[in-house]
């Protein structure tokens, strides 16, 4: 069936770094994909989407480009922020039949000034 | 425009006991999905209504869950009676009719059972 593989974490950096969560996925059709973030205390909000291949999708300075020739859909930030801190899933939705979504298992991410 | 909102954000329950979750979508959302995050491993759906009908219960774990949207608007998901896997937190989200695929979600209910 289809999956979701997410980097494992807690990934930590220092502010200004250089942000990659890796995520791959599986999916046997042509899925939409999902980055959520789940910030302390709070449910899930959706950072960005792609609906088809080599769509770029970009929010609040994150982005991710859906590359079905390596099925990938890596989360980047250029320079992170205390604030970023959370944890981060990636979600891939079938587009079919129920639009249910399948998560990976979320990277947290610790941001420190 | 209200989000989703689900309650109680919080339960302590002892195994063997009865617990019930809401969840009220955004107004108009037809569809209407429950997830779980148990440990913090993966969240995994569990089902999905379309309005009052049930369209897919493939990841209900067994029959001591029981999923309920009366008139197509609030949903309810008892757990009867609960064990000590079933802790974790339980997140509803919502969705319009067809066309879009992103799903609202609220901020969950963290369930605990001892």
């Known amino acids: 069936g289809d999956s979701v593989t997410q980097m494992e974490g807690p990934v930590t950096l220092s502010e200004e770094a250089f942000l990659t969560i890796n995520c791959t996925y599986t999916?046997?059709?042509?899925?939409?994909l999902f980055w959520y973030v789940q910030y302390p205390g709070e449910g899930l909000q959706l950072l960005l989407k792609?609906?088809?291949?080599?769509d770029k999708g970009s929010n609040k300075g994150f982005e991710a480009t859906y590359r079905k020739e390596t099925t990938s859909f890596h989360l980047e930030k250029g320079s992170v922020q205390v604030s970023d801190s959370a944890v981060y899933f990636c979600?891939?939705?079938?587009?079919?039949?129920?639009?249910?979504?399948?998560f990976g298992t979320g990277t947290r991410l610790k941001v420190l000034a | 425009e209200a989000g989703v909102t689900q309650f109680p954000s919080h339960s302590v329950i002892e195994k063997g006991q009865t617990v019930t979750l809401r969840c009220d979508p955004i107004?108009?959302?037809?569809?209407l999905y429950w997830y779980r995050r148990v440990m913090g491993k993966e969240i995994k759906f569990l089902l999905h209504?379309?309005?009052?009908?049930?369209?897919?219960e493939s990841g209900m774990p067994n029959n001591r869950f029981l999923a309920e949207r009366t008139g197509g608007t609030y949903s309810t998901l008892k757990v009867q009676p609960a064990e000590l896997e079933d802790s974790g937190v339980y997140f509803c989200?919502?969705?319009?009719?067809?066309?879009?695929?992103?799903?609202?979600f609220g901020p969950g209910t963290r369930l605990t059972v001892t």
């Open positions: 107004s108009g959302h037809d569809n």
């Open positions: 209504f379309v309005k009052e009908s049930k369209q897919d």
């Open positions: 792609a609906t088809k291949a080599d």
């Open positions: 999916a046997t059709g042509y899925p939409s």
């Open positions: 989200a919502s969705s319009q009719a067809s066309g879009t695929y992103e799903q609202y």
């Open positions: 979600a891939l939705s079938d587009n079919t039949g129920t639009y249910k979504y399948i």
